[in-house]
């Protein structure tokens, strides 16, 4: 599969008819990444953007997606409704994925804060997904979930951010899929200090980089 850099697909979002927007590498794609805001945070701010770009230019394909609405984010009760979220992510996926010039293409989610715990607990009931970034998330609100997902999974943490810190830890627990813990030092919940995010990116690039392409490989070699 080739495509330019600037080569966007728009996906009806299932359930909501909002769209959002795939967007492809240049050369050969490697993966398909969901990265997820759930708070009502603008899927186009700088955090979200830097991270897509960069998994762009390391080969992955992209969809960028608020899981609510504005409107919908001013009830803290839908930010914090975890099945809602991650029903939304998993259609969201399954949209993305017929749309993709390869629908076999290796999944993977990228989410922060409670859009994180909609990520595992969407993660939990698709056996496709292979490889979960959490950014400054909120792991812990997958509760149950947590145990039957599958998927690789990174947690990234403010060293400075020590409450969500500790609930990334007591997290760790319950995952029984290969896992880590990546503290940024000096860093607070938004990554804002110097060099902070750049680390995130980096983080996330290379995990995707072993979990995502090293499977893309291999259906390339039962293909051929």
């Known amino acids: ?7 966007a697909i728009a ?9 959002g927007s795939l967007a492809l590498p240049a050369g050969q794609a490697q993966g398909l990444v969901m990265a997820t805001r759930g708070s009502g945070s603008s899927r186009f701010s700088r955090h979200t953007v830097l ?16 899981l609510l609405t504005k409107a919908e984010a001013a009830d803290c009760r839908n930010v914090l409704n975890i099945p809602l979220l991650a029903r939304r992510l998993d259609l969201a996926t399954t949209a993305a994925r017929r ?15 409670v859009a994180a715990a909609a990520a595992l607990a969407a993660a939990s009931v ?17 509760g149950p979930a947590l145990t039957a997902v599958g ?16 609930l990334n830890r007591a997290a760790c627990q319950a995952l029984h899929s290969e896992h ?5 030092p000096g860093a607070t919940h938004l990554f804002e200090e110097p060099g902070a995010l750049d680390a995130v990116v980096i983080l996330a690039r ?10 893309a490989a291999e259906i390339e070699d039962h293909v051929f």
Not at 1 to 7: K, N, S, Y
Not at 55 to 61: T, W
């Open 51 to 66: 991270v897509a770009a960069a998994l762009r230019r390391a080969g992955f394909a992209t969809l960028l997606l608020d």
């Open 206 to 215: 290379d995990w995707f980089r072993t979990h995502l392409a090293l499977q």
């Open 99 to 113: 749309a993709a010039p390869d629908p076999r293409l290796p999944l993977g989610f990228f989410g922060t804060g």
């Open 151 to 166: 998927a690789a999974t990174l947690l990234i943490v403010g060293g400075r951010d020590t409450g969500v810190l500790a």
């Open 126 to 142: 698709r056996a496709d997904v292979a490889a979960i970034v959490s950014c400054g998330g909120r792991p812990d609100r997958a």
């Open 1 to 7: 599969m080739t495509a330019p850099v600037d080569c």
């Open 11 to 19: 996906v009806t979002l299932p359930g909501s008819g909002r769209r």
């Open 180 to 184: 880590r813990l990546e503290i940024i």
